[in-house]
């Protein structure tokens, strides 16, 4: 798929259902990887910066208007489902993340057991800072900061800065 708004360099393989509107725009090496048992829909005048990647071998992705992915940022299996609001930004080296491996079956190699999934919402107008991890079932309310470095393994109300590992509540925006 080479069209305006897609760097010749990007990687866009389409196995599923992907709509990339003309006005988004895939910048030098990001990678797309859609599945056949996958789905992304991408917002209007969204950008992917360079080296970012997206896989979604299972499950979905969607994003509102003006979402941006900084350079080097990983979106890695939202089997359960990634929603991205309006006017958001996910900092370079972000990395959201859907599944986890299962662990529970003793004498069962960790590869093998099933994976639990959850889904990830992400707001309206939400700043994730730069090498921010975002973990499976978490949802970060509208307006939410999250501090570059975290590591969010539970909910964020609206509005709420939060830093740390594990993220904890810092304050509110004024």
């Known amino acids: 798929m080479i069209r305006k708004g897609i760097h010749p360099s990007a990687v866009v393989e389409?196995?599923?259902?992907?709509?990339?509107?003309?006005?988004?725009?895939?910048?030098?090496?990001?990678?797309?990887?859609?599945?056949?048992r996958g789905?992304?829909?991408?917002?209007?005048?969204?950008?992917i910066y360079p080296g970012a990647t997206i896989r979604i071998d299972q499950g979905w992705m969607e994003t509102g208007r003006e979402v941006s992915f900084g350079s080097g940022?990983?979106?890695?299996?939202?089997?359960?489902?990634l929603t991205i609001g309006d006017h958001s930004m996910i900092g370079g080296g972000v990395l959201i993340c859907g599944v986890n491996h299962g662990y529970a079956i003793r004498g069962e190699p960790m590869r093998h057991q099933p994976v639990?999934?959850?889904?990830?919402?992400?707001?309206?107008?939400?700043?994730?800072?730069?090498?921010?991890i975002i973990l499976p079932?978490?949802?970060?309310?509208?307006g939410?900061?999250?501090?570059?470095?975290?590591?969010?393994?539970s909910d964020v109300a609206p509005g709420a800065v939060v830093s740390g590992v594990p993220a904890r509540f810092a304050k509110h925006r004024e």
């Open 144 to 153: 939410a900061i999250i501090a570059a470095g975290a590591v969010v393994t």
């Open 116 to 132: 639990e999934a959850a889904p990830i919402v992400i707001g309206k107008d939400v700043w994730v800072g730069m090498g921010a």
């Open 137 to 142: 079932g978490v949802t970060l309310g509208d």
């Open 39 to 47: 789905r992304l829909n991408l917002g209007e005048m969204n950008t």
């Open 14 to 36: 389409n196995l599923g259902s992907v709509l990339i509107p003309e006005s988004t725009i895939i910048e030098p090496l990001a990678v797309v990887f859609v599945g056949g």
């Open 73 to 81: 940022c990983h979106i890695y299996e939202p089997r359960a489902g």
